[in-house]
């Protein structure tokens, strides 16, 4: 970066090019041009910032004024009033919700001021299809420190820096390695599992594609550890840009002789291969994950053996996921000490979420591990959305569960997150809010289990669906009590009897739900009524006589002719006929339809 | 060896190191209930996916529960296999397993014998808490096995039959979740597909979503036809299987009692497959001493090893997967097909009738036996050689129909002429048995020397590949054998790659021969009941006065009265076939 | 199964691709990949010469294509319309959406319209969570979609 004298840095994730990143790149370069600053200043197209929420984000070195919310117009007032004459864009700044004074440092802002960015040190920060920036700032460093090092003691760095799966299991990721290192074969794997499906969380995509290399390095020192020499990326189709990304960045690490034969003269070897996922969620799962590299349906098998001693063609494997690659140069270049005064005392180190749903400031965080849920969902995510009031958060996606008030200020971490009856995961979290109903979120996890259900073992293949149709049958009010003891029976014979991580954990959503929301679960039984008002068939469209004033409005666009009445005169809604479509209250200008 | 020592079920039990809690626990009488789990001894039959969870124990310290099949014991282990949690887990798989399958035992093909019906029983099921969804597929009727989807609980048994023992390769899992069930390509009909419809995935299927198609009705029906004149044969291994259907120990013969059932059902004559087996000696025996002397001659053309080609299966295996060596197995016809020929030409000759009115039923332990009859080449202007062929059930379904009383009828002899056999056409019925009777023949034949023993026992076993070589008098003569068709299959390859230095080699789809047929009554696992079937065929041989296929009189009278001599111009015109290239027939 | 015929030029592509892995089986899911990109989906026709190129049965090709939601055997419309069902979407009214051009269009999610023009999906989490609800088309990416934007997008089309 060194010959410019300015840089603009443009987040290039997913979301941000989805709102016109690209062209706000176009312009900026445009206006540089125009204004004959090409030589003095350099755009960068970088990784995801994480404040999905104020995307696209724009932010310019050295000063490290942070612009949010950027539209293509834009660019020329951003070229000509802060590159050219010095001055910040008001306009463009962050607002501070709470003292609504603009601010420029992102240091400063709430979404910001709690984090600590170990595995996403890089994202936003250099332009990750470029493999310089990615060595100015120590990358490949950890490498080569690792060759002056024996596998031993590299492995037993990671063991003493506590870091433990980011991928959903928390498995010590040093004693994987170990494993693997210690069982003899003529043909040992590196896999780097980046089949992130679960719905809501996007951490592995952000770091391949706003920095591709530290995944590279990483599985590069834990082929040195392990004795492998072939590495493969098993990472979803979907995600065409990731792909590219690490396309370019394997091709640069050949050619600087990062990957391939006799890395940095160390007489080493490692290449790396990519494989591509087609839209199985069970193929997170490493044994499954093994099988379909392998040419195979996505099906689990049980472990023992695990994979570590028998796996990709059965041969020892070593699995981990994108994020915790991500953090070993960090460990390794830092020290263990470092990684391990971070954190709880069994949880070492940050993670990453994905803050996504009703909360104001949705986008990718690295926090220390214990935190609380509170400092996560108010400090950093903004509070909820639109004033309503905190329900649920769910954690760890379709394997966790759904937490609630009292589960706020406990620390996050592997274990708390599991007593409480959800778990880490991957890293999904979403927040929910008073109009969520907690019975319909136990029916869209289980929805998303039933359609991704492998469908090799019993429990999980017929179970969950069952499950799903027992959900449904409460959220039509067809339920009885009794129904819930038999819910709540087939739940934990599911978790105890399934074959693998999917299964096991697939009941959480609903046993999390019934555990903290049983009056609203007994609501839905007992009186048939759905408080949140979101099962449509607990639900009663009703005409207020007052305001109506027989517009017909209602009449013309309910598409089963519920709705009848005369001509100015307040119209009723025939509940046996009405399909709860809900045309008819948006339809309505005098506000006289409502829900019961 | 290394041991572990655990405890199950508060006993103590101490096994080898590998030893899963299922094996481990049946040492100490504890039969784990198990649904998916089928592993067929000294086959390389082992379907174990871990996949129904019927078998789930409890193993102190672990979170879950353990499936016994698929986990190893481990150093002081404790497993309960009958706590509360364990048996109410149980109770609960199997309440969804039933939950997506059809009630209508009392009139499925499987009832009495199908494993499902067993579990639900053993777990005391007495209703099906959960209400839901069923899946639905259409039915399957090929000329040999109907699938009838709906009844698939997916142990996957049929999956490892037809890939990993057969490598026939028809079926898969398809779908996923829910939805997944296990069908040919494209679900196509397994007619379109390569099925070579040997039967070991209706074998081993659990319930009765595979079964034999049904032509008992037929058969019931041209007996009652007074313009019909109805002949039915039984292939050797049925005698030796017959009479588990009636309760009998495995491995009991029953040829008389057989014979007798089919004259009380109305079968005008009762004859028997074994005859036109000696036949299929004659003509094969010749044929293979026709190419060896060509080859002692010097020919560089002739095809050696012959293979034998009596085993329908298997015909159809090579003619899909093998079609550039159709000129290497034997042109002889099956037994079945030259029964069908003898009787509807010299028998019906005899008779002074029309072969259109004669019916000639073959009970068989096959299922592609089936599938045989309808092939076009076995047909005389459109009429079949043999019009209908029964399985073993169907047999013994019959019987139960008629009201016999099976194991208290009084033993009767076959009619003739076709009723008379060797024992040497009795061994047909299991693997090796084919190529020993030839051998017998071949031997005398041409070493113009009697055998110096009519037992050749180096041919006899369960293992899946057998070679032997047989001494001629000075020449030796190499032969393999192979069941099972994956076993087949790298004997084949050998052949194809020009590695191969045998002689000769049988062939039989079905491990352990025809006694393990996919028309024979169910083994459930059990091996022990296949070699007691083999047990049973060989005292049947050594039961027999005449043991060698060239000594049965009928036989030689056949010859000289109709044929001439074997390999001749008419034999080859009864008693001969030819193999087709199905490698590029449409497959969708 | 209706019968087609498939373009000579392409197929002649894939077998290449089937040369490429070397004919191995293990290589399935790369070459169904390839194979999807070439002829847009993957007809039975397309997997019978799968098949063949990496020596594996038909079955076996046709249980792997069944199993990932990717591979598709029904041809996508001209413009594909996915519409996210990640958590974050779905919470905020993604469902909503989906039923809009469900309605508009005449389809069930997985059916593509008679003429061809579209087709609608949902998907897992494109990771554009911020921008929830989220709805592609093609590779057009439209954020924060309400049910009443959904006659608008389609109109971009030609619907």
New interface residues.
């Given amino acids: 970066m060194a010959n410019y004298k300015n840089h603009v840095l443009v987040c290039s994730g997913?979301?941000c090019?989805?709102?016109q990143g690209e062209e706000i790149v176009l312009n900026l370069e445009a206006e540089i041009e125009k204004n004959g600053l090409g030589e003095e200043v350099q755009v960068v197209r970088t990784g995801c910032f994480g404040f999905?929420?104020k995307?696209p984000v724009v932010k310019m070195i050295p000063d490290n004024t942070f612009y949010v919310q950027v539209t293509p117009e834009d660019a020329s007032d951003l070229v000509s009033e802060h590159l050219v004459k010095g001055r910040q864009v008001e306009r463009l700044l962050f607002t501070d919700p709470e003292t609504k004074e603009k601010v420029a440092d992102s240091k400063k802002m709430g979404f910001y001021k709690k984090q600590i960015r170990l595995a996403l040190r890089n994202c936003g920060f250099i332009n990750p299809e470029n493999i310089h920036e990615y060595i100015a700032r120590d990358g490949y460093a950890a490498l080569g420190k690792a060759f002056t090092m024996k596998p031993e003691e590299v492995i037993q760095e990671i063991i003493d820096s506590g870091l433990r799966g980011r991928g959903g299991g928390g498995f010590p990721t040093g004693l994987k390695w170990d494993i693997t290192r210690k069982v003899q074969a003529e043909q040992k794997y590196v896999v780097c599992n980046a089949d992130?499906?679960?719905?809501?969380?996007?951490m592995d995509?952000?770091i391949l594609e706003g920095d591709p290399h530290s995944v590279l390095e990483s599985m590069a020192i834990n082929g040195y550890c392990t004795g492998a020499t072939k590495g493969l990326i098993y990472i979803r189709?979907?995600?065409p840009l990731a792909i590219n990304r690490l396309k370019i960045a394997i091709e640069q690490a050949r050619e600087l002789g990062l990957l391939g034969t006799d890395i940095l003269g160390s007489g080493f070897d490692f290449d790396v291969e990519i494989?591509?996922?087609?839209?199985?969620?069970v193929c997170g799962e490493e044994t499954s994950l093994i099988h379909?590299?392998?040419?195979?349906?996505?099906?689990p098998?049980?472990k023992?053996p695990f994979p570590s001693e028998s796996g990709y063609?059965g041969m020892p494997t070593n699995v981990n996921n994108v994020e915790t690659y991500a953090n070993i140069p960090v460990i390794l270049l830092e020290g263990a000490k470092y990684f391990a005064s971070i954190g709880t005392e069994k949880s070492k180190g940050t993670k990453v979420f994905?803050l996504?749903?009703?909360v104001n400031n949705?986008?990718l965080i690295e926090v220390p591990m214990g935190i609380t849920l509170r400092e996560v969902i108010f400090d950093i995510g903004g509070g909820i959305k639109d004033g309503k009031k905190f329900k649920s958060v769910?954690t760890g996606?379709p394997s966790g569960g759904c937490l609630t008030e009292k589960h706020l200020d406990i620390p996050i971490d592997y274990d708390n997150l599991l007593a409480s009856g959800s778990m880490m995961g991957s890293g999904?979290m979403?927040v929910?809010d008073e109009d969520?109903c907690m019975v319909s979120?136990a029916k869209?996890?289980l929805d998303?289990t039933?359609?991704?259900?492998?469908?090799?073992?019993?429990?999980c293949?017929?179970?969950?669906?069952?499950l799903y149709?027992m959900l449904d049958k409460i959220s039509e009010g067809k339920a009885t009590e009794a129904d819930l003891g038999?819910l709540r029976?087939?739940a934990n014979?599911i978790?105890?009897?399934?074959?693998c991580g999917l299964g096991?954990t697939s009941p959480n959503p609903v046993l999390s739900t019934m555990d903290n929301f049983r009056d609203e679960y007994l609501a839905h039984v007992k009186d048939k009524k759905c408080p949140a008002g979101q099962c449509k068939s607990l639900l009663q469209y009703v005409i207020d006589a007052e305001p109506c004033i027989g517009c017909t409005a209602c009449v013309r666009v309910c598409p089963v002719d519920a709705i009848s009445g005369e001509k100015k005169q307040p119209h009723t809604i025939n509940q046996e006929t009405c399909i709860k479509c809900g045309a008819c209250m948006d339809k309505c200008k005098f506000k006289a339809i409502s829900i019961q | 060896m290394e041991t572990v020592q655990l405890t199950i079920d508060n006993k103590k039990v101490e096994v080898a190191k590998g030893t899963t809690i299922l094996e481990a626990a049946k040492t100490i009488g504890v039969d784990i209930p198990t649904l998916c789990h089928m592993k067929l001894e000294d086959t390389n039959f082992e379907n174990n996916?871990?996949?129904?969870?019927?078998c789930?124990v409890e193993v102190a310290g672990r979170r879950?529960?353990a499936?016994a099949c698929?986990?190893?014991c481990t150093p002081n282990m404790e497993v309960n296999t009958h706590s509360v949690?364990v048996v109410?887990?149980r109770r609960?798989?199997m309440e969804?397993?039933l939950?997506?399958h059809p009630s209508d035992c009392l009139v499925c093909a499987k009832a009495g014998n199908c494993d499902l019906q067993d579990m639900a029983q053993t777990l005391g099921i007495r209703q099906i808490?959960?209400?839901?969804?069923k899946n639905e597929y259409k039915s399957d009727e090929s000329p040999a096995i109907i699938r009838e989807m709906e009844k698939c609980?997916?142990c996957r048994r049929c999956e490892t039959a037809c890939n990993k023992v057969q490598t026939v390769g028809v079926l898969s899992?398809i779908?996923?979740?829910?939805?997944?069930v296990v069908a040919p390509a494209f679900e196509m009909d397994l007619d379109h597909s390569n099925c070579t419809f040997c039967g070991q995935c209706v074998a081993v299927c659990p319930t009765g979503a595979l079964t034999e198609r049904d032509h008992s009705r037929e058969v019931l029906d041209a007996i009652v036809d007074p313009t019909k004149t109805v002949i039915v044969n039984t292939a050797p291994a049925v005698r030796a299987a017959l009479g588990e259907e009636f309760g009998m120990e495995a491995g009991t013969r029953v040829t008389g009692k057989m014979v007798s059932a089919l004259r009380k059902i109305g079968f005008d004559y009762v004859f028997d497959t074994d005859f036109a087996a000696d036949l299929t000696i004659m003509e094969e025996g010749t044929e293979l001493l026709g190419r060896l002397s060509k080859h002692l001659a010097g020919d560089k053309d002739v095809k050696l090893p012959i293979l034998t080609s009596c085993c329908p299966g298997w015909v159809n295996f090579f003619e899909y997967n093998f079609p550039d060596m159709l000129d290497v197995p034997s042109t002889a016809k099956s037994p079945q097909q030259m029964f069908g020929a003898i009787a509807k030409s010299y028998f019906a000759e005899k008779l002074g009738k029309k072969r259109e009115d004669l019916v000639v039923v073959s009970v068989m332990p096959c299922l592609a036996k089936k599938y045989e009859c309808s092939r076009d080449e076995f047909k005389t202007d459109g009429n079949p050689e043999v019009d209908l062929s029964i399985s073993t059930r169907e047999l013994a379904q019959m019987i139960k129909n008629y009201n016999i009383n099976f194991n208290q009828l009084e033993d009767e002899d076959f009619d003739q002429p076709l009723g008379e056999s060797t024992g040497a056409s009795v061994i047909f019925g299991t693997t090796g048995g084919v190529i020993e009777a030839a051998v017998r023949t071949a031997y005398e034949v041409h070493t113009k020397k009697e055998c110096p023993s009519v037992d050749f026992k180096e041919l006899r076993g369960m293992e899946g590949i057998r070679s032997a070589t047989i001494d001629f008098d000075g020449l030796p003569i190499n032969i393999g054998i192979a069941h099972g068709l994956g076993n087949a299959r790298k004997l084949l390859e050998d052949v194809r790659a020009g590695k191969s230095n045998f002689h000769a080699i049988e062939i039989m789809a079905c491990p352990g021969g025809c006694i393990g047929g996919g028309g024979q009554p169910y083994h459930h696992g059990k091996v022990e009941t296949l070699k007691a079937r083999q047990k049973a065929i060989y005292s049947e041989d050594e039961s027999k006065t005449l043991r060698k296929s060239h000594e049965n009189p009928f036989v030689q009278k056949l010859y000289e009265e109709f044929l001439g001599e074997p390999c001749g111009h008419k034999s080859h015109e009864l008693l001969h076939t030819h193999y087709y290239d199905k490698k590029n027939v449409d497959k969708k | 199964m209706a019968d087609i015929t498939l373009d000579a030029d392409k197929v002649e592509e894939l077998k290449a691709v089937c040369v490429k892995f070397n004919h191995?089986?293990?290589?399935?899911?790369?070459v169904?990949?390839a194979a999807q990109i070439i002829f847009g989906y993957l007809p039975a026709e397309v997997q019978v010469i799968v098949a063949e190129g990496?020596n594996?049965s038909i079955a076996h090709v046709y249980?792997?294509v069944t199993?990932?939601?990717?591979?598709t055997m029904t041809p996508k419309g001209e413009h594909p319309i996915s519409i996210c069902?990640?958590?974050?979407c779905?919470?905020?009214g993604a469902e909503k959406v989906l039923d809009e051009f469900n309605k508009l269009l005449g389809t069930k999610t997985g059916e593509t319209t008679p003429d061809g023009k579209f087709s609608v999906s949902s998907?897992?989490?494109?990771?554009?969570?911020?921008?929830?609800p989220?709805v592609t088309v093609g590779e057009k990416?439209?954020?924060r979609v309400a049910a009443a934007d959904v006659k608008g997008i389609l109109a971009e089309y030609g619907a």
């Avoid at chain 1, 978790?495 to 074959?499: A, F, G, I, R």
């Avoid at chain 2, 996916?49 to 019927?54: A, E, L």
């Fill in positions: 997913t979301g090019r989805a709102s999905c929420e995307g992130e499906g679960d719905p809501g969380a996007f995509r952000s189709a979907e995600y494989r591509y996922g087609a839209g199985a969620f379909s590299m392998e040419g195979h349906r996505g099906e098998t049980v023992p063609k994905a996504a749903g009703k949705v986008g769910q996606g999904g979403i929910m969520d979120v869209f996890y998303f039933v359609e991704e259900s492998c469908g090799k073992c019993a429990p293949r017929i179970g969950n669906k069952r149709e038999r029976n087939l014979v978790k105890d009897t399934s074959l096991q | 996916p871990g996949g129904c969870r019927v789930v879950n529960l499936p698929k986990s190893e949690r109410n887990a609960t798989v969804l397993i939950s997506d808490p959960f209400q839901g969804e609980i997916m899992a779908n996923r979740g829910f939805e997944s | 191995d089986g293990g290589e399935l899911i790369n169904l990949h990496l594996v249980g792997v199993f990932y939601s990717f591979f069902m990640g958590t974050a779905y919470v905020r998907l897992r989490c494109v990771g554009a969570c911020g921008l929830a989220v990416v439209y954020g």
